[in-house]
Each structure stands twice: as C-alpha cells, then as structure tokens.
C-alpha cells in the first residue's frame, strides 16, 4: 500500500505546474514599471496631440518593437557588452540623450511659435507620419541603454535552470509587450478622447512646454546619469 502511495506521490510530484510562479512575477514587477510616467508616455502625449490618435498607436507599437530587441540582445549578452564597457555605454546614452533633447526642444519651438485651434476631426495620417511615429517610438527605447540594463538584470532572474535562454526571454518579452501595448492603447485612447481640448491653441501649447520640458529634463538626466 504504501509503494502504492509513493508511485502516487511521485507521479503527482512529476506533474507540471499549472501557474508559472515566475512569469506571474515578473507579469506583476513588468506592469508597475509599464505605468510609471516615463519618456514612453511623454513621447506618445506628444504625438497624440499633433498627429492624432491613430500615430499614437502606431508610435506604441514602435516603443513595443523595441522590447523584442532588447530581449533578443540580454539572452545573446550584447547588453552584458554595454554594460561592462564604459566607452560604449556612454557613447549610447549620449545619442539616447541628444535625441530625446532634439524631441524635447522641437515641443518647445512648436510652443513659443504657437498655432491656430486644430480643425475638428481626426488628423489624417499619412504613410509617411506612421513611419516617423513608429520610428521614432523605436529609437527612443533603443537608444535607452538604462531600458537595456534592466532587461540584463531583471530578465534572468525569471529564468530557470535548465530554461532555453533565447525562448524564456522572448516568452518574458512578449509579456511585457502586451502589458505595454495594453497600457499605451489605453493611454492613447484617453488622451485621444480629448483631443479636442487638447488642440486648443492655448491648452496645445501649454502641453507642448510641458512635454518639451520633460523631454529635455529625462534626456540631461540620461545625459548625466552615470549609471
């Protein structure tokens, strides 16, 4: 009876869990650092207001795009590279600095210059504003050497022994993906409902300084920042 029960222990104990533990983990830590106010938002606030809702998504898939590369980049060791070699990782964060500052200092321009109330209706968006969305929302993540860092340091320790390395990261990914294009589709959508307040030439400019402002501040301190 008791070999019976054993057979039955060990039969149980070789069954395969239902909740990855892990990846419900690294779900919840993925989607507080989703919806902290960032550069993402910033840039997808920015483009809301002069392109309209449709480039705000289009500049989130971007952002998302990026995560797959930084991914692809921690399970092969290039952001080790970055890490480990000072010369590189500051030659990276000053382009990432210097591009969020040219951003920022765009916003500002459009604000001093100020411009007549938007017409009514959904901006029509060209081919060639979906590509500078997409691009520019994939650039901003990848020029970001703090976003690869932290895809080095937190990826890791959700993958197991005996893990295929390159899968579990991509599956990890995929997860911070669809929190990231859930929160930036929702977040898109919110400001998109308020599209025609926020086009007022007064409130358009207002938020113009304000982006434009917090641009240039997250692209000196990216700047400055040593690590």
């Known amino acids: 009876m ?3 029960q054993g057979g039955r222990h060990g039969h149980q104990a070789r069954q395969p869990r239902l909740i990855d533990a892990e990846l419900a983990a690294f779900a919840i830590v993925a989607t507080v650092v989703t ?40 399970a092969l060791g290039l952001s080790a590279i970055l890490m480990t070699s000072a010369t ?4 990276v964060k000053l382009v990432g600095a210097l ?21 009514d ?10 590509r500078r969305a997409f691009l520019q929302g994939l650039l901003s993540n990848l020029l970001n050497p703090k976003v690869a860092i932290f895809y080095l340091t937190l990826l890791p320790q959700f993958v197991r022994p005996g893990d295929p390395v390159l899968a579990r990261s991509l599956l990890l990914a995929g997860i911070h993906v669809m929190i990231g294009l859930a929160w930036l589709a929702l977040y898109t959508y919110f400001l998109g409902r308020l599209t025609a307040m926020l086009r007022r030439r007064r409130v358009r400019r207002a938020l113009d ?10 692209g000196a301190r990216l700047a400055w920042d040593r690590r």
């Open 2 to 4: 008791s070999a019976v």
């Open 209 to 218: 300084g304000v982006t434009g402002t917090l641009l240039i501040g997250l």
């Open 99 to 119: 591009y969020l500052l040219a951003l920022g200092l765009a916003s500002l321009r459009s604000a001093f210059r100020g411009t007549a109330d938007a017409p």
């Open 88 to 91: 590189l990782f500051s030659a």
């Open 35 to 74: 919806v902290l106010p960032g550069v993402d938002m910033a840039l997808v606030a920015r483009t809301v207001l002069a392109r309209g809702r449709r480039a705000g998504y289009v500049m989130s898939a971007g952002i998302c795009t990026s995560l797959w590369v930084h991914a692809v980049a921690s």
């Open 121 to 130: 209706g959904a901006p029509v968006v060209t081919a060639r504003d979906a």
